[in-house]
């Protein structure tokens, strides 16, 4: 994970420009360029998309509707450029229908959602043990730190 927090808010639209921040300041604490952004329909909004569109932003990749939804209005790709006059949202949409958007996006459920998955499956952490905001982030910020050190130690990277 390279970032990750908790927050009460019912839903994730004003959560993308936090997390996008917090993760180019931890990649360019180690010398590293934060390259694209795989975000779930919950993050499209206007104000995000004018966010992603900001310059030396990483190349966002934001579904604008539920992923069952999309895929079942998906239609041909776009091989023509775009016409002029369309909206971040209808550029996004349109983007995410080209073959490499495909691809992109389709990456996201292998990179996002495996490690919800192992840290609620494989390591047990159905719901948090301590109460209040601050401790529960700092709950979390642990469990996302050993998962991390658990890639590391089975990657062999931890022993060099």
């Known amino acids: 994970m390279v970032a990750c927090d908790v927050v009460q808010e019912c839903n994730d639209v004003g959560q993308l420009a936090p997390m996008v921040e917090a993760a180019e300041a931890n990649l360019y604490e180690i ?16 104000d995000n998309l004018e966010y992603m569109a900001r310059p030396g932003a ?10 069952h939804k ?16 369309l909206t971040r949202r209808q550029r996004m949409e349109r983007k995410l ?15 996002v959602e495996a490690v919800f998955g192992q840290i609620k499956d494989c390591r047990r952490l159905g719901r948090f043990l301590l109460r209040g905001l601050a ?16 890639n590391l130690y089975r990657c062999g990277l931890a022993a060099g």
């Open 97 to 111: 229908r080209t073959k490499a958007g495909k691809a992109m996006y389709k990456l996201r459920g292998q990179i």
């Open 58 to 67: 990483p190349d966002p990749y934001i579904a604008v509707k539920k992923d």
């Open 70 to 85: 999309q895929r079942a209005e998906v239609g041909p790709a776009p091989w023509v450029r775009a016409p002029k006059g």
């Open 135 to 150: 401790k529960v982030k700092g709950e979390f910020e642990l469990w996302c730190l050993t998962h991390n050190l658990l």
């Open 31 to 46: 010398g590293e360029e934060p390259g694209k952004v795989l975000a779930d329909a919950g993050y499209c909004s206007e």
